[in-house]
């Protein structure tokens, strides 16, 4: 580097190239929302501000045609009310018509979302039980 180059006066924290951070968001919070959101900002490993901004760009940048955890669980149910009603009949040796077959779709269809909830309600479950032991 030259000696006569120089730097030009950046803020402090201020990272070279980027577009400078001078706009604010808030939001309010209950005392239970803040310590959740403060326990997965600790979790990752970075300030509260930090994690919030980087969920809300995550969401912000995320396509509307992108599958969430909630859709993609719910296509997993819905294999797994498949295969077990599929396979069920077929591990005791019978066979399925065509028509059980249809049936069997249209229960996995018309049910899979409502299972996949209630097993994420699960899991939601055992992780808050799971933090306060």
């Given at each position: 580097?030259?000696?006569?180059?120089?730097?030009?006066?950046?803020?402090?924290?201020?990272?070279?190239?980027?577009?400078?951070?001078?706009?604010?968001?808030?939001?309010?919070?209950?005392?239970?929302?803040?310590?959740?959101?403060?326990?997965?900002?600790?979790?990752?490993?970075?300030?509260?501000?930090?994690?919030?901004?980087?969920?809300?760009?995550?969401?912000?940048?995320?396509?509307?045609?992108?599958?969430?955890?909630?859709?993609?669980?719910?296509?997993?149910?819905?294999?797994?009310?498949?295969?077990?009603?599929?396979?069920?009949?077929i591990v005791c040796g019978e066979h399925i018509s065509a028509e059980q077959y249809d049936d069997l779709m249209r229960n996995v269809k018309?049910?899979?979302?409502?299972?996949?909830?209630?097993?994420?309600?699960?899991?939601?479950?055992?992780?808050?039980?799971?933090?306060?032991?």
């Amino acid at each position: 580097m030259p000696l006569d180059h120089v730097e030009p006066n950046r803020k402090k924290g201020a990272v070279r190239g980027r577009e400078s951070r001078d706009q604010s968001l808030n939001t309010k919070l209950t005392l239970t929302e803040f310590e959740a959101v403060k326990a997965a900002s600790e979790t990752d490993g970075r300030a509260i501000g930090e994690w919030a901004r980087e969920v809300i760009l995550k969401e912000v940048h995320s396509s509307s045609v992108s599958l969430g955890a909630e859709h993609l669980m719910t296509e997993i149910i819905g294999l797994q009310l498949f295969l077990t009603n599929a396979l069920a009949p077929i591990v005791c040796g019978e066979h399925i018509s065509a028509e059980q077959y249809d049936d069997l779709m249209r229960n996995v269809k018309t049910n899979k979302r409502r299972a996949a909830q209630e097993v994420i309600a699960q899991y939601i479950e055992e992780k808050k039980e799971a933090s306060h032991a």
